[in-house]
């Protein structure tokens, strides 16, 4: 089975910092994935990439940025935390850019204070 | 731009009774549609998918989705709640760039 792990479950930050969530899979999958989710609103995607060292905007990228140095490791940057950026986040990979399932892993509930 | 409909927060079913979880969809061209489910403190957990071909679609846990181009809907089915069916539901659309629903919670009593 794929596994997606995100490097913290819980994270407290101040506002203000520069915040590095971290997700690494196991399964050479070409593409990875940042959401946050919040109560109501679904998921959002936040960054995605397609390859190694490429990133692309997705719906919600402000106040975000990303990194991919290496094909199994995405990360996610928050500049300077805001309270607004309190959320679960969610990293997923997919296989090709058709119609493969994500693959999410458990989430990194973030709180910005 | 694509977008998804889950008109109901929660939905409420006794266990063994029949449950659907509705969603509806807007897509321009042919539509990828998705179902996922999140159980507590857990990521999403792929169901099911629609590319193309038959209307219904099997998954996993024995849930199913009907998919109905005339009503632009994927309403997520199984024939017999089970208390562990317990999660939220989330409906997606599109390829890569998946769009998803706001997510329906599904409580199912014993």
């Known amino acids: 089975d794929v596994k997606v792990t995100q490097s913290s479950r819980y994270l407290v930050k101040r506002t203000g910092e520069k915040v590095f969530l971290e997700c690494v899979q196991d399964?050479?999958?070409?593409?990875m994935f940042w959401y946050r989710q919040d109560p109501g609103l679904g998921l959002r995607l936040i960054y995605f990439?397609?390859?190694?060292?490429?990133?692309e905007k997705g719906d919600i990228p402000e106040g975000y940025s990303v990194s991919r140095e290496k094909k199994e490791r995405f990360s996610l940057i928050l500049e300077s935390a805001s309270t607004n950026q309190t959320s679960m986040y969610l990293c997923?990979?997919?296989?090709?850019?058709?119609?493969?399932?994500?693959?999410f892993g458990n989430g990194t509930r973030l709180t910005v204070t | 731009a694509q977008s998804v409909a889950q008109p109901e927060d929660q939905v409420n079913v006794a266990e063994g009774n029949p449950l659907t979880v509705k969603c509806t969809y807007s897509?321009?061209?042919?539509?990828?549609l998705f179902w996922y489910v999140q159980y507590p403190n857990r990521g999403l957990q792929f169901l099911l998918k629609?590319?193309?071909?038959?209307?219904l679609v099997k998954g996993s846990y024995g849930f199913e989705a009907e998919f109905n181009k005339s009503q632009t809907s994927f309403h997520l089915k199984k024939p017999s709640a089970l208390v562990s069916d317990s999660a939220l539901y989330f409906c997606a659309v599109g390829g890569n760039m998946l769009t998803f629903g706001g997510g329906t919670r599904l409580m199912v009593k014993p």
């Open positions: 399964m050479d999958h070409e593409n």
């Open positions: 629609y590319i193309t071909g038959d209307n």
């Open positions: 990439s397609y390859d190694v060292k490429m990133k």
């Open positions: 897509v321009s061209g042919n539509p990828y």
């Open positions: 997923a990979s997919s296989l090709d850019r058709g119609d493969s399932p994500l693959h």
